[in-house]
């Protein structure tokens, strides 16, 4: 995700760090040479004159304006939905930590955030895998780099099971219920109270799911094609309608056309899935490490790590 403030006057036009720009240069490029040969031959295709007015275009080019507003609209609540269920992750996962260390008794001594055995402790520690594991799911990262960054907050036995199951989270969650279930059977818990921390799961399940859902269905194919060809061809045949009118400003205006419509089109390719790891998407790694923090600091960890800080304007 850009991280920046919005530059003022001439810098706005020249910055290149998170515009669709770098993406559409070859095919911008392209259409002004085409819009250059155009101007130069006066719109003659070997010695045919091609003759097109600007009317067809305007009609054309309102439709597109339109179903390309529409599509990304699509992709941006695509793009906003998933950052308002990981805002739900967040969410949860604190409530979560103060449910498990002030509804679940505990040993009379201090607690101690790395003993493993306290359950407490396990839930707590299990939250940070949760992201971590649901982070990796989305983004379809490498099975062992996902299952090796888990491995600080799990059991040794228990981190061995993770890496041979392909859901992680929902594996994870259904530990923590498990653990709630014996700390029901042994009383360390009231049965009423218990039902707070369940509900809690159960957001996180859902949450995940929902996340699951966004990425494993995308926009139509046949939809995204059709305005990518429709967008291709109306501004490459656009230099034929325009050269007759203005002559020399014809590339000019053709590439200003098509830097809007190529751009709206990549813009749209960016944010319709949410979870990956381009400059526009959400920055997961910054808000697995929030949740990190915040469960670390719940367990009374005195070295907590660091928050991730935009590299170029980029937060990951």
Known sequence: MIVRERPSGLRLFLLLRGSVLPRILPS???NMFVAALVTVSHGDLFKLKITLTPIPFSLIG?????????????AYDRYWEGRKLWGEIVHRSRSLSRQC???????????????????RVRMIRRTIAFACALKHLLRGADPAGAVAELRPH??????KQCAQVENRPNFLLQSMGRDLRGCLQTGRIDPCLAGAIDDSLTAMAAAAASCERIKGTPIPFSY??????????????LPFGLVDSIGFMTPFVVGIVAYTFFGLDALGDEIEEPFGKEPND????????????NMLEALGVQE?????????????
């Open 28 to 30: 911008l490029a392209l």
């Open 62 to 74: 309102l439709a597109l304006a339109i179903f390309l507003g529409f599509r990304n609209n699509a």
């Open 101 to 119: 260390l002030t509804l679940i008794d505990g040993p009379d001594e201090e607690m101690d955030p790395r003993n493993m055995m306290d359950v």
């Open 154 to 159: 799990l059991l040794l036995s228990e981190w």
């Open 224 to 237: 995204t094609l059709l305005l990518h060809r429709t967008a291709y061809l109306y501004c490459f045949l």
């Open 282 to 293: 959400l920055p997961l790694d910054a808000i697995c490490r929030t949740i990190e923090i």
């Open 304 to 316: 907590v790590p660091a928050a991730l800080a935009p590299v170029d304007y980029c937060l990951s």
